[in-house]
């Protein structure tokens, strides 16, 4: 088992940034990909980006630039930089992690870009 907990949701103003965190914990030792989905209001959940076991990284073309992925594998955790928030970026943020075919997930947590 996996359990993974996102902290540094909130609420910025357009233009603002905020470090979104994942700390996971368990059966870590054979985590591979790791990412950051994003569930808006109406919408269905997306990817917003993902960094494999060798940090390569991918992100969505609506946060390229302006949002950064990162991961430390000694603390067992992963991180989201976002720079530059819209109001579009509004959502609920979860934390995904792959190990062999399962894939488990955060709870989730809220970021609000609002003027």
């Known amino acids: 088992q996996v359990q993974l907990v996102e902290s540094g949701g909130g609420l910025v103003q357009p233009g603002g940034s905020l470090r979104l965190s994942c700390a996971a914990s368990?059966?870590?030792?054979?985590?591979?990909?790791m990412g950051w989905y994003r569930q808006a209001p109406g919408k269905q959940r997306e990817l917003v980006a993902t960094?494999?076991?060798?940090?390569?990284?991918n992100y969505a073309d609506s946060v390229k630039g302006r949002f950064t992925i990162s991961r430390d594998n000694a603390k067992n955790t992963v991180y989201l930089q976002m720079n530059s928030l819209k109001p579009e970026d509004t959502a609920v943020y979860y934390c995904?992690?792959?190990?062999?075919?399962?894939?488990?997930w955060g709870q989730g947590t809220q970021v609000t870009v609002s003027s």
């Open positions: 960094i494999t076991s060798g940090s390569t990284t």
């Open positions: 368990g059966s870590i030792f054979s985590i591979g990909a």
């Open positions: 995904n992690a792959r190990r062999s075919y399962f894939s488990y």
